[in-house]
């Protein structure tokens, strides 16, 4: 399942910025992005771009001991990361009050590294929403502000941010109304600029259902097992199921939502209503798929 948010021209903003956090440091186990700022012989230091770290620091840094590079011998520490870089490291110990974060990038598999960067990048995209926000004439917020007021609390309610975008996109009119302290005019303007900007890829599962029945009212009949099939979720953009006539006795059916398993419950769902009908009435029934 992707979202993606369409950058408009005037809305640029570039990823490799931070992302704010409402730490200071990482927690330990944790899997974060780092910038490598410094490569020694024994030793590579990384800006934590996620986390401010000490009030004397722009940002918290971590280092990564060459015995936790890689689980392979290494003959140049210079082969496997370079200055610049962004890579998924696992923090392993974390001392607050001295600014130091021990890290390691053996330790990260490439699981863990495709769903860390994944999130990270629906973690920039939902900044960018709240950016825009702060960047539209008559809204009085800057980013800290609006991070506050909107973006925690709505953070809060889920366990991602990709969650949390598409429930902004789907449900945004009810998930901001229990915020606390959003005006009407915040609301409104933080909605126009997701739907205008996020859209959320859907996949579709389609076929012919063959209903037929040998009775005076097998049209009614028909009309009342197809009703009953669409009443198996309640449709919206982006999880809808839909009947449409082709020619008798053939009709089609297509489900949208946002994954494949998700799709094919819902098919499910609706084939068994229909046949359920077909046998009630003693009708014919079947389904090709696309």
């Known amino acids: 399942m992707l979202i993606k948010v369409i950058q408009q021209k ?12 409402r730490a200071k440091f990482p927690k330990e186990g ?11 012989n024994q030793y590579v230091y990384v800006d934590l771009i996620d986390y401010e770290g000490l009030p004397s620091e722009e940002t918290a840094r971590g280092m990564i001991h060459i ?9 140049n520490i210079r082969n496997f990361v370079r200055i610049g870089q962004r890579i998924v490291l ?3 110990r974390v001392d607050q009050e001295k600014g130091h974060v021990d890290m390691s990038l053996r330790r990260v598999n490439s699981a863990q590294k495709e769903i860390r960067l994944k999130e990270w990048k629906y973690a920039v995209k939902f900044e960018n929403l709240l950016q825009f926000l702060t960047e539209t004439e008559g809204i009085d917020l800057n980013l800290d502000e609006a991070y506050e007021l909107i973006g925690f609390p709505v953070l809060d309610n889920f366990h991602t941010y990709q969650e949390a975008i598409e429930n902004l996109k789907e449900n945004g009119e009810e998930l901001l109304t229990d915020l606390e302290g959003v005006t009407d005019e915040f609301k409104t303007t933080l909605l126009k600029i997701v739907n205008e900007n996020v859209e959320i890829s859907t996949v579709n599962i389609s076929g012919k259902v063959k209903l037929s029945f040998n009775s005076e009212n097998g049209i009614d009949h028909i009309q009342e097992s197809l009703l009953e099939a669409l009443k198996v979720i309640d449709s919206k953009e982006t999880r809808n199921i839909s009947i449409s006539y082709q020619a008798a006795p053939l009709y089609r059916l297509e489900v949208v939502t946002k994954d494949y ?12 209503i229909i046949e359920q009908k077909a046998q009630l009435y003693n009708g014919t029934f079947e389904f090709i798929r696309d």
Not at 15 to 20: A, I, Q
Not at 30 to 40: C, H, M, N, S, Y
Not at 261 to 270: F, R
């Open 10 to 21: 005037k809305y640029e903003i570039a990823d490799t910025r931070m992302v704010k956090s």
């Open 30 to 40: 944790e899997f974060l992005i780092a910038k490598v700022t410094e490569v020694e």
């Open 67 to 75: 015995s936790e590079i890689s689980s392979r011998w290494i003959k």
């Open 90 to 92: 696992r923090v392993l």
């Open 261 to 272: 398993l998700d799709a094919e419950n819902i098919l499910s769902d609706a084939l068994e």
